[in-house]
């Protein structure tokens, strides 16, 4: 599992309030992802960091954000969470060498938003 | 468990025989290509990978095939077994220090 685990696993919440999943990573690797998956849409890349306090969009980042203060913890952050944010999120460590970009997945949090 | 893709492709095979996924990958520069295979309510595990500059893999009882030419990737399955029911993702690396780009999926069913 590259020592990836993601918190809470599941969260149910309503329209409005802030929520914050953590992913947590033991092996020391740089880059780190979150990805929401929702049905008819794949896996869409949300925010990645590519360091302690370096960080960059993806494809969806509006009404998210994200920190890493640590190595090792990469947050992710709906500040006023919307039904349309009730999703899979998905943590991934990139594990790869030699200009391989081998991502490996944590085992994902489910969120509700109501 | 989540539903990973109420709209994904689905194939269904036979316990036993081989199967073949495919993929259209979008951006010729890519080098670098990997398949996943995903769980019900799991996250995505890496499979096998390939370069660009090769055009076949093969792993335990999986092979990759790439044609550059027509940006095509495959994933195939010998001798499907029931655990191999999932769904498949691939995934390219664009050049440039950019995040992969995932596939939507397909679902493969392994009927017993």
């Known amino acids: 599992d590259a020592g990836i685990t993601q918190s809470p696993r599941h969260k149910v919440t309503e329209t409005g309030t802030p929520v914050t999943l953590r992913c947590h990573q033991t092996e020391n690797h740089r880059y780190m992802y979150w990805y929401r998956q929702d049905p008819g849409h794949g896996l869409r890349l949300i925010h990645y960091s590519y360091g302690v306090k370096d960080t960059d969009k993806g494809e969806v980042s509006d009404g998210y954000s994200v920190s890493r203060s640590k190595t090792e913890d990469f947050l992710l952050t709906l500040e006023s969470a919307t039904s349309s944010q009730t999703s899979v999120y998905f943590c991934?460590?990139?594990?790869?060498?030699?200009?391989?970009?081998?991502?490996?997945f944590g085992p994902g949090t489910r969120l509700t938003v109501l | 468990g989540e539903s990973v893709g109420l709209h994904l492709p689905t194939l269904s095979v036979q316990e036993g025989d081989n199967s073949i996924i495919n993929c259209a990958y979008s951006?010729?520069?890519?080098?670098?290509f990997i398949w996943y295979k995903q769980e019900s309510g799991k996250g995505p595990q890496f499979i096998i990978d390939?370069?660009?500059?090769?055009d076949k893999r093969q792993g335990q009882r999986v092979t990759v095939l790439l044609n550059k030419t027509v940006k095509h990737l495959s994933l195939q399955i010998a001798a499907t077994q029931p655990g191999d029911s999932a769904v498949y993702f691939c995934a390219e690396n664009p050049p440039g220090n950019t995040p992969l780009v995932f596939g939507k999926g397909t679902r493969l069913s392994v009927i017993a």
């Open positions: 991934a460590i990139n594990q790869g060498t030699s200009g391989r970009n081998e991502q490996f």
């Open positions: 390939i370069r660009s500059n090769m």
């Open positions: 951006n010729s520069a890519s080098d670098y």
